[in-house]
């Protein structure tokens, strides 16, 4: 093979990885900082790979997305491509994955974790499932599948099945006080 077409080849797989890392990113943070969608996007993983015939992308190997306050981090991330070459499933696993993103200036960053966190980029729906934890703000939600439609704004907790009343593996939920708020009818 000479030199210019492999040259070529190289270059047209970096930007398609480039590309499909693009549009997984963009189309992830619906409710992220406008200013978010400006920053540039940096990708670091120990190895990448490109299969145009299936349309599938995976990074592996201490995988690290980051793009203005977004930030995951994965042992493997595998991006699908639907027909139309746009991404329309994006998984994330690790021991746990993690990610992060502000998304409100008000407010704190918003962080995630799970052994999968699945993006379905044509429902909109995120899931995360196994020992899956969301927080913010001192509010969390854990639970062993949590899915959260970015959509209609749902999120939908699910715990394991436990007779004994103990917490283990149950949804929890934990409210801060607010200083600002309190419950009707309660009185100091």
Same mark, same amino acid.
């Given at each position: 093979?000479?030199?210019?077409?492999?040259?070529?080849?190289?270059?047209?797989?970096?930007?398609?990885?480039?590309?499909?890392?693009?549009?997984?990113?963009?189309?992830? /943070?619906?409710?992220?900082?406008?200013?978010?969608?400006?920053?540039?996007?940096?990708?670091?993983?120990?190895?990448?790979?490109?299969?145009?015939?299936?349309?599938?992308?995976?990074?592996?190997?201490?995988?690290?997305?980051?793009? !203005?306050?977004?930030?995951?981090?994965?042992?493997?991330?595998?991006?699908?491509?639907?027909?139309?070459?746009?991404?329309?499933?994006?998984?994330?696993?690790?021991?746990?994955?993690?990610?992060?993103?502000?998304?409100? /200036?008000?407010?704190?960053?918003?962080? !995630?974790?799970?052994?999968?966190?699945?993006?379905?980029?044509?429902?909109?729906?995120?899931?995360?499932?196994?020992?899956?934890?969301?927080?913010?703000?001192?509010?969390?939600?854990? !639970?062993?599948?949590?899915?959260?439609?970015?959509?209609?704004?749902?999120?939908?907790?699910?715990?394991?099945?436990?007779?004994?009343?103990?917490?283990?593996?149950?949804?929890?939920?934990?409210?801060?006080?607010?200083?600002?708020?309190?419950?009707?009818?309660?009185?100091?």
């Amino acid at each position: 093979m000479n030199q210019t077409l492999k040259s070529m080849m190289t270059k047209t797989f970096l930007h398609r990885i480039a590309l499909v890392t693009a549009l997984g990113l963009t189309a992830v /943070p619906a409710f992220a900082l406008p200013s978010d969608r400006q920053q540039s996007i940096s990708l670091v993983a120990d190895r990448a790979t490109f299969n145009e015939r299936t349309g599938v992308t995976t990074y592996s190997g201490n995988v690290i997305i980051e793009q !203005g306050t977004m930030k995951l981090q994965a042992a493997s991330i595998v991006a699908n491509l639907n027909a139309k070459k746009e991404i329309s499933l994006i998984t994330a696993t690790g021991s746990p994955a993690h990610f992060q993103q502000k998304v409100d /200036p008000a407010k704190g960053l918003a962080k !995630g974790q799970a052994n999968k966190i699945l993006y379905n980029a044509e429902t909109g729906i995120i899931t995360l499932s196994g020992n899956a934890l969301l927080q913010q703000d001192g509010a969390s939600i854990r !639970g062993n599948t949590l899915k959260y439609s970015m959509n209609k704004g749902d999120i939908e907790a699910t715990g394991t099945p436990n007779k004994t009343g103990s917490s283990t593996g149950r949804v929890q939920i934990v409210i801060p006080p607010s200083s600002s708020k309190s419950f009707p009818g309660v009185r100091d």
